[in-house]
């Protein structure tokens, strides 16, 4: 790994605005939050919070209002190799195979001979061997989502940023692929950012969950998962972080696990 | 079954002469007719110059349409300059164009293939620029992302994404093609299908007016099934397609 991947992510005081016809829509307030090298750190808010913009705006996909984003020295103003996404649809281009789709993905920097060992190695580390001359359409949609993480990952970016990448999957299938990212996670040593609106899917994976206020979005709480990996979901310890988010989002009056008999 | 049936009565008709031969002949007639010109080498004359005019205009046309559709669509400031230009063009019709361009370009082979690409060009033009319009904004989006440049984004996104309407415009475009080059022949020619119509209209010949007219529309047949093989061939990926086409 080059010196790039040590490198800290810093947003600084971002504030996004969208001026659309009826007005303008402050998306997101003041947020500022590091990110170290190698870190897992999911955000968690309720839709319309400004988290899927945040993560366009490291992508590099927007620019923030005010405020900056840098990763180590380096501003970061448009997208670049060193950030890999993976969004809630798979967006596979439809004409291309699995292994075509992957190769989309290779930076035009690295030389051409490379190109099928780069694919090979990805197809293997998200377990998809043996489907390489499919066409997307012929794919379950977890199979889908494993190509489009595969395309995010082949330009050997530093941070990989997950926008909802389970959000359309059943529930069984998102477990499974909230394991397989967990597994390159620890073999890939990246630093991940992961968005979503489920708390258990939040606190599974994360070293820390930014939980978000919506309207404008802000950080309301920052939570330190201290767990063990691979997490039991149904222990004590990891119901307490439940808890604790869930009444972050719904205050005193609401306690879903508490029943009065 | 039921065309059988309508052949049979219509042969029997001719036979009983309640139907006059110089105005509709008999199956049995226009089928030895259709041999014997077969077998002559005439039809297949005929047709050859109709199809070579049909290729050369039809290339032309949906090259230049394709063209046109991609600059247009590259850029808003072109297409706000021809909306007055193609907005009193397009609706003219093709036969319209003959007299004009026989006055132009003469009367052999260039007015003809010019006719034949401006029916072409329009139903090209309008589904490239319909296509690149269609395309996947979210995918434009993984390209940028993913660091492509915009020949890149347009050979690997835009293009692909736009095959499916271009080839709508094709079909349209060579079915009205092969209605131009005919067009062209009945008004003035010296060899092709529509001159044959011509010309056995004017010996009074219903029989061989008809091989021309089965013939017109059995190649108008072919080359569409041809068409829609290559489509189903180079657009393998649209699941759109794989059940009919």
Known sequence: MTAAGKEMLRIRNVSKRFELDSGSVLALDNVSMDVKPGEFVSIVGSSGCGKSTLLRLVMGLESCTSGNIELGETNISKPSAERGMVFQESRLLPWKTVAENIAFGIPKTNPKKEHNAIVKEHVELVDLHGFEQALPYQLSGGMQQRVSIARALVGRPNILLLDEPFGALDALTRIQMQLEILRIWETERKTMILVTHDIDEAIFLGDRVIVMSARPGSIRKVIHINLPRPRDRSSTEFMNYRRDIFQEFFGEQQKPFVFEI | ?245
């Not at chain 2, 319909?130 to 996947?136: N, P």
């Open chain 2, 1 to 245: 079954m039921l065309p059988g049936l309508l052949i049979f009565l219509w042969e029997y008709l001719a036979h009983k002469g309640v139907i006059r031969s110089t105005i509709l002949p008999a199956p049995s007639v226009i089928s030895a007719t259709f041999y014997d010109m077969v077998v002559s080498g005439e039809l297949w004359g005929h047709l050859k110059t109709s199809l070579w005019r049909v290729f050369q205009g039809f290339a032309l046309g949906s090259s230049l349409g394709l063209i046109a559709g991609l600059l247009i669509s590259a850029s808003p400031r072109v297409e706000r300059s021809l909306l007055l230009v193609t907005g009193i063009l397009r609706p003219i019709p093709i036969i319209a164009w003959v007299p004009v361009l026989i006055l132009w370009m003469g009367i052999d082979e260039a007015s003809k293939v010019t006719v034949i690409s401006i029916g072409t060009f329009w139903p090209v033009l309008l589904n490239v620029i319909h296509g690149i319009r269609s395309t996947d904004r979210k995918h434009i989006e993984v390209a940028t992302m993913l660091g492509k440049n915009p020949s890149s984004i347009l050979i690997h996104v835009i293009l692909p994404s736009a095959l499916p309407s271009i080839f709508t415009g094709l079909r349209v475009g060579i079915g009205i093609a092969w209605m131009s080059v005919i067009g062209a022949e009945l008004i003035a020619a010296s060899q092709g299908l529509g001159y044959l119509i011509a010309y056995a209209r004017e010996l009074s010949q219903a029989d061989v007016m008809l091989v021309g007219v089965a013939c017109i529309g059995f190649t108008g047949l072919l080359i569409d099934i041809l068409l829609q093989c290559i489509e189903k061939r180079l657009l393998y990926w649209n699941v759109n397609l794989s059940g009919k086409g």
